[in-house]
């Protein structure tokens, strides 16, 4: 070529057009190099991601747990709740859903504690104490009660516990 572009030759006696469109071999290594660091970053995120999914979940099977255990003593009602202040913990690997059933081993690494405090005691004379006085007329007693679930991840720091819990008001 003679240092002309896109301009036909003639060769063998037939026109041909010669073009120095293309990409060089810097071009194409760039281009490389920014995909694989774009990809690299997606790689990143998609780990944070996937360990976002298995936080949500734990926290979602605590919640549930929780839950659970309050509807039990809601059916139990508010004269068979547990003593105030004797905390009643099921331990890691114990938790039954049906207590003729083993514990599932999904549960292996979740606790539940459940806790009463001392009645609260609200008088015809709109006082509210938790000592009880017999010459007082009682309109309401409450006992304030929480499940707590709590449960080991791996991560950030292997045996964290994190925790979710759940209060209500028992009323008599």
């Known amino acids: 070529m003679n240092g002309r572009k896109n301009i036909p030759e003639i060769q ?7 073009s120095n469109a293309g990409f060089s071999l810097v071009e194409t290594v760039v281009a490389l190099l920014v995909l694989t660091v774009g990809l690299l970053g997606m790689a990143g995120l998609s780990i944070e991601v996937m360990k976002g999914n298995k936080s949500s979940n734990q926290i979602s099977t605590a919640t549930a747990l929780a839950q659970d255990k309050m509807e039990k003593l809601r059916e139990l009602g508010y004269e068979n709740l547990p ?8 331990d890691y690997g114990s938790i039954r859903i049906n ?10 690494n979740y606790k539940r504690v459940v806790s009463v405090n001392n009645p609260t005691y609200l008088y015809s004379d709109d006082t509210v104490s938790e000592t009880f006085y017999p ?5 309401t007693i409450t006992k304030n009660m929480t499940v707590e679930v709590y449960w080991v991840s791996n991560k950030p720091n ?3 516990e994190s925790k979710v ?8």
Request: proline letters at 17%.
């Open 99 to 108: 207590e003729d059933e083993d514990p599932p081993p999904e549960f292996d």
């Open 135 to 139: 010459t007082k007329n009682i309109v």
């Open 158 to 160: 292997p045996g964290d």
């Open 165 to 172: 819990e759940i209060k209500t008001l028992f009323s008599r």
């Open 83 to 90: 003593a105030p202040n004797s905390p009643v913990t099921e």
């Open 12 to 18: 063998y006696d037939m026109p041909v057009i010669r």
